[in-house]
Structures are given as structure tokens and as C-alpha cells.
T-cell receptor, first 113, second 112 residues
Framework: NAGVTQTPKFQVLKTGQSMTLQCAQD?????MYWYRQDPGMGLRLIYY???????DKGEVPNGYNVSRLNKREFSLRLESAAPSQTSVYFC????????????FGPGTRLLVL | KQEVTQIPAALSVPEGENLVLNCSFT??????LQWFRQDPGKGLTSLLL?????REQTSGRLNASLDKSSGRSTLYIAASQPGDSATYLC???????????FGTGTRLTVIP
């Protein structure tokens, strides 16, 4: 099992460019999550997908869109990147939404110039 | 809005010492609390999960406690080792939906 994988590992964008961060899990988990981590702050939830075909906003959704492509894959899209979106992005998944812990990917470092 | 605080932000201890990491939260209506470990440049790894009805959980040299009434959790690490060096994060689930509120973390360095 690869667990949770994320691509790319690192990306540099110019302001206004768009890109999609990819996340996949091979654990047959139902729920998937996108977080961002900024220096001096804890992880903050951007969007989540409780099950295939559903998505919901988290704490900081502005400037992002998501797609739950199938049960395995959950992508995060930046339509017009801004310097404030410079961050480390983590994807996570969980089999069921209570009494269990989330499994995290290794992260994508994004720098927006 | 739930606020989760971890103090100190950084801690250095000599190898072999026992230590306690602190996590405080403002809203005691929580479903569970988790402790994670994050190594530099890596993702998070779950260490312990405490349900709201529990007072503590143990795994090896780690013991986590939860006191909802005072809004506090502690992570006790016994006989620290250099391999314990990492950032430790606590996170709260308020509703059971697993939408976690994270603290800012404590960066632990264990000196050989």
C-alpha cells in the first residue's frame, strides 16, 4: 500500500496562474480532506469530501475548488493563484468519519510569486 | 470559534528525560482529541486518539490525557530519545465529522 500520495511535491507559480494538486489513496477510504499549513499556524481545513460525489467547504475555502473524481482521488484546484496561497498543502483520508484517525500524504509545497 | 494553543512552541531536552507537551482549547464541547507527530518535510502521523468520554490513552512510551472541563490535554513522553525529535500537534474534532482543528505545534529536540 502506498497510502496517501500527492503530486507534485513542489511547485512554483506566478500570480494569476492556475494549477491542480492531485491526491490519491489506495486504502479504500470514504472521506478525504485538503489542509494548508502556514508557518506559525496549525493546519487549516480547506475542503473535504465525506464520500464519493460529495464535497463541502472547510475553514478556509476561498480561492480553491475541489473535485472528488472517484473514491480514490481528490484534487484541489487554484484557479488564479495569489501569493497568500503560498503554503504547504496536505491531503488526508479516513475510512469512516468517527473514532478513527486520518492518514496524511507527504504534502505539496507551493510557492506563488 | 474553537482555538487550540500549544505552549511552548519549541522545547529542547537531553536524552532520557521525561517530558510533557501541553495543548489547551477554548471550547470543551469536543468529540475527540488527537496527537500527531510531524517530521521535517513530511506528513503527519497519528500517535494517540482520545475519545471525549476517555481520560487518557497510552501507547508505548507515550501517554495522552484529556481534561475537558479545564480545556487541556497533555502528551507525556517517557525516557525521551533523539528519534523523538519532531513537531507534535494536537487536533480536535468537535462533531465527530473528523473536521479537525489543529494547534500550532511544539517542536521537540532531544539532544543525545
Amino acid at each position: 500500500n502506498a497510502g496517501v500520495t500527492q503530486t507534485p511535491k513542489f511547485q512554483v507559480l506566478k500570480t494569476g496562474q492556475s494549477m491542480t494538486l492531485q491526491c490519491a489513496q489506495d486504502m479504500n477510504h470514504n472521506s478525504m480532506y485538503w489542509y494548508r499549513q502556514d508557518p506559525g499556524m496549525g493546519l487549516r481545513l480547506i475542503y473535504y469530501s465525506a464520500s464519493e460525489g460529495t464535497t463541502d467547504k472547510g475553514e478556509v475555502p476561498n480561492g480553491y475548488n475541489v473535485s472528488r473524481l472517484n473514491k480514490r482521488e481528490f484534487s484541489l484546484r487554484l484557479e488564479s493563484a495569489a501569493p497568500s496561497q503560498t503554503s504547504v498543502y496536505f491531503c488526508a483520508s479516513i475510512r469512516s468519519r468517527s473514532r478513527e484517525t486520518q492518514y496524511f500524504g507527504p504534502g505539496t509545497r507551493l510557492l506563488v510569486l | 470559534k474553537q482555538e487550540v494553543t500549544q505552549i511552548p512552541a519549541a522545547l529542547s531536552v537531553p536524552e532520557g528525560e521525561n517530558l510533557v507537551l501541553n495543548c489547551s482549547f477554548t471550547d470543551s464541547a469536543i468529540y475527540n482529541l488527537q496527537w500527531f507527530r510531524q517530521d521535517p518535510g513530511k506528513g503527519l502521523t497519528s500517535l494517540l486518539l482520545i475519545q471525549s468520554s476517555q481520560r487518557e490513552q497510552t501507547s508505548g512510551r507515550l501517554n495522552a490525557s484529556l481534561d475537558k472541563s479545564s480545556g487541556r490535554s497533555t502528551l507525556y513522553i517517557a525516557a525521551s530519545q533523539p528519534g523523538d525529535s519532531a513537531t507534535y500537534l494536537c487536533a480536535l474534532d468537535q462533531t465527530g465529522a473528523n473536521n479537525l482543528f489543529f494547534g500550532t505545534g511544539t517542536r521537540l529536540t532531544v539532544i543525545p
